[in-house]
């Protein structure tokens, strides 16, 4: 049952590539580039994956990001992030991409996109499908998120979507109005990340500031019945990611998880991994730890692949493949 779990076909759809940047990678990619890392070692670094809540995660993922400079890099990065996601039963991935946090260093946003697409393009010959949603930095000055989003205009035939994402309280949705509003009539999905820190309120507002059509995190919905009944009337998919909230302090322990009260209450709940280079798992290793955690039988596992598959943005087409 356990193997099971683990290798369940999916969908992977709360994923930052930047997140799958594992201390080895980080290390070659700092050799190639030239770059500092401020970590002696690969067991340096990995000893520094000790946090206490978003900000303090943030703080190092950010900084980790230096060693990402060239096409080159981002195509290695998700190429090694998709070989790894294959070998788990993954069978589309949507990935995020912080696009501001690298045209601040002055790496190009062709470069960022041709990459990553590049190495969906490879995963595509293995058979898994998948696509990019940008992400805008919601703690971040507005003209940022302007600035990349005009330049992804460009780009949109290789854009799936529109995400939020980075620190969530004191940061609300608002001042993206605009950009979602465009990026919508453009024909783009909209998500955002919402109740992963911030209370019910923060779902609310993605909702109706941006018009997202899935919810990242959302494990702070339960605290709102006019919400959850709202969400669940909707169909609006969570997706959840229990090693991350364990890590960044969310939820106490694995056993504190509102995973099963979440099923219970009829959300459209997925499982996925955030950032899964510094929170200790993948898709599959999140799946097969609630699994275990919550004694998950076979009906429970396959409502979660199967919540995977319709709350993709894959092609009715490739749905009724993936199903
Ligand atoms: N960026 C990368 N991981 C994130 C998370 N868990 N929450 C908000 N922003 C993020
Ligand atoms: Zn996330």
């Given at each position: ?98 696009a501001q946090a690298h045209t601040a ?100 507002d993605a909702l109706r500031s941006l018009g997202a059509e899935r919810i990242d ?107």
């Open positions: 049952m356990t193997f099971d779990a683990m290798l369940l076909p999916k969908a992977e759809l709360h994923l930052h590539i930047e997140g799958t940047l594992e201390p080895e990678l980080a290390f070659a990619l700092a050799a190639r580039n030239g770059v500092q890392l401020p970590f002696a070692s690969v067991e340096e670094l990995r000893a520094a994956y000790s946090f206490t809540d978003l900000q303090s995660f943030l703080d190092l993922y950010y900084a980790c990001m230096e060693v990402l400079r060239t096409r080159e890099d981002f195509r290695d990065l998700a190429a090694a992030y998709l070989r790894r996601a294959a070998a788990e039963g993954v069978r589309h991935a949507e990935l995020f991409f912080d260093r002055g790496v190009a946003f062709a470069d960022v996109m041709g990459g990553l697409q590049d190495a969906l393009d490879d995963a595509a010959l293995l058979g898994l499908s998948g696509g990019l949603i940008l992400s805008f930095l919601r703690d971040q000055p507005i003209e940022d998120a302007e600035a990349v989003w005009a330049e992804a205009k460009g780009h949109l035939d290789a854009i799936i979507g529109v995400g939020l994402d980075s620190a969530e309280v004191g940061n609300p949705a608002g001042k993206f109005e605009g950009i979602f509003a465009e990026a919508r009539a453009l024909g783009l999905h909209a998500v955002a990340h919402a109740g992963e820190e911030g209370g019910p309120e923060y779902v609310w995190h959302g494990i702070r919905s339960l605290e709102d019945p006019e919400l959850v009944r709202h969400l669940v009337d909707q169909r609006v998919p969570l997706t959840v990611c229990p090693f991350s909230n364990v890590r960044l302090r969310a939820v106490d322990t694995l056993a504190d998880h509102p995973l099963p009260a979440m099923l219970r209450a009829g959300l459209h709940v997925t499982v996925n991994s955030d950032d899964p280079a510094y929170f200790g798992g993948y898709a599959g290793e999140n799946i097969e730890a609630v699994a275990e955690q919550f004694a998950l039988g076979r009906e429970e596992l396959a409502l979660l692949a199967r919540n995977s598959v319709t709350a993709s943005f894959a092609s009715e087409e490739r749905k009724a493949e993936l199903a």
